[in-house]
């Protein structure tokens, strides 16, 4: 059982109101998360001072959350808990102005608009090798470390960003 807490922002007749919503997902109740990726040309620019183009530190998040998904929901039997669903569309508009929303997963996913866990573990687009720095609590120092990164979305910057249609489709 996964319990997953979200804050939810309401209208309510004295202002925003804050609320909570709790739900469990189970094998026999699986949620359903959904990313809305902006794939627009506005995602070249730098995320922070990293130097990283936003589309690129967006696909490594979504990457990430994805990797370490995945490793949480994997018994020691190696069977994937299926919890929940993952949903990822992209959008921007093409050099006519018009929209492109849809499916973000590449590779056997593509086009697929819903995906399992046990499916986004069986499918992965490639793995990628980099250098990550990590903060070692023995030396309090952070060491850089290679890394193997698995890939299921690369990131894409073009268009523009049509977020009413991504909403709307």
């Not at 109101?17 to 902006?38: H, K």
């Not at 794939?39 to 936003?54: A, E, I, V």
Request: with cysteine; proline share 5%; hydrophobic share 40%.
């Amino acid at each position: 059982v996964l319990e997953f807490q979200i804050a939810v922002f309401a209208n309510g007749a004295a202002g925003m109101v804050f609320r909570r919503y709790s739900v469990q997902m189970t094998r026999g109740t699986p949620g359903l998360f959904v990313f809305l990726l902006d794939q627009s040309y506005s995602m070249t620019d730098l995320f922070d001072r990293s130097g990283q183009p936003l589309s690129h530190a967006l696909a490594d998040m979504i990457n990430n959350w994805l990797d370490e998904t995945i490793t949480q929901a994997t018994e020691d039997s190696g069977e994937i808990k299926n919890w929940f669903d993952v949903s990822i569309i992209g959008y921007r508009t093409d050099q006519n102005g018009d929209a492109l929303v849809g499916p973000a997963f590449q590779g056997a996913l593509a086009g697929r608009k819903r995906v399992s866990l046990p499916e986004l573990a069986e499918n992965i687009v490639r793995t990628d090798s980099r250098t990550e720095k990590f903060f070692d609590p023995t030396t309090g120092n952070f060491e850089e470390m290679d890394v193997e990164r698995p890939v299921w979305i690369d990131p894409v910057a073009e268009g523009g960003s049509p977020l009413c249609h991504a909403l709307h489709d």
